[in-house]
């Protein structure tokens, strides 16, 4: 495969480009990978928007030279844009259904990272995120899928499943947010061979 030059991080439901996980790796790319291009953009709450502004956003990338690396939500989003373009992925604890997991959060949830803006749920997002749900996933060799059994959110053995065939980092604790983050960024920049 060739050599990665873009990096595109999406991040999880009611997150930001602020999350500890974008920080840190934004935070290593800059320390060790300073040539490669990244992009970490502010998903809006509509799930046909957000990858509308994805898709758009790397329309003009080398897709064979690209990586997109997704967080939970993002983990869902980043499946959809791995299948429609080719390129490798690196999902942390990703979201397997969220059309059926977000539709208790339906109305105005405040975001994490500023509590003044607020992320709107709506009915039709599930509708949304259903028309953007891969069928299956295609190459399982171009994902890397980083799960902890600790994951208070989502449920482990349906991440495992879901993934079955891709290399899969498995955590025998750990938690949703992986905590412990630094200790899985030498294996995804390895999978990717930055």
């Known amino acids: 495969m060739p050599p990665i030059s873009h990096i595109l991080y999406l991040h999880g439901f ?3 480009p602020l999350s500890t996980k974008a920080r840190m790796t934004h935070a290593w790319v800059q320390a060790h990978r300073p040539d490669l291009h990244w992009w970490c953009p502010q998903l809006p709450g509509s799930p046909a928007e957000a990858l509308q502004l ?3 956003g790397i329309a003009a990338w080398p897709t064979g030279r690209m990586a997109v690396i997704g967080s939970s939500l993002g983990g869902f989003y980043a499946t959809a844009v791995a299948e429609r373009t080719g390129c490798r992925a690196v999902l ?3 979201a397997v259904d969220p059309a059926r997991d977000l539709v208790k959060y339906l109305g105005e949830q405040p975001a994490w990272h500023d509590p003044s803006q607020v992320v709107e749920v709506r009915l039709e997002h599930m509708d949304e995120l259903r028309a953007i749900a891969p069928a299956a996933i295609t190459h399982p060799e171009r994902y890397f899928v980083v799960i902890a059994k600790g994951d208070e959110v989502l449920d482990w053995r ?3 499943a879901r993934y079955a065939g891709c290399s899969i980092r498995l955590l025998e604790g750990s938690d949703h947010a992986l905590s412990d983050y630094d200790q899985d960024l030498p294996h995804l920049t390895r999978f ?3």
């Open 92 to 94: 942390l604890n990703p």
């Open 14 to 16: 009611r997150s930001s």
């Open 54 to 56: 994805v898709m758009d």
């Open 192 to 194: 990717l061979n930055l």
């Open 158 to 160: 349906e991440m495992h």
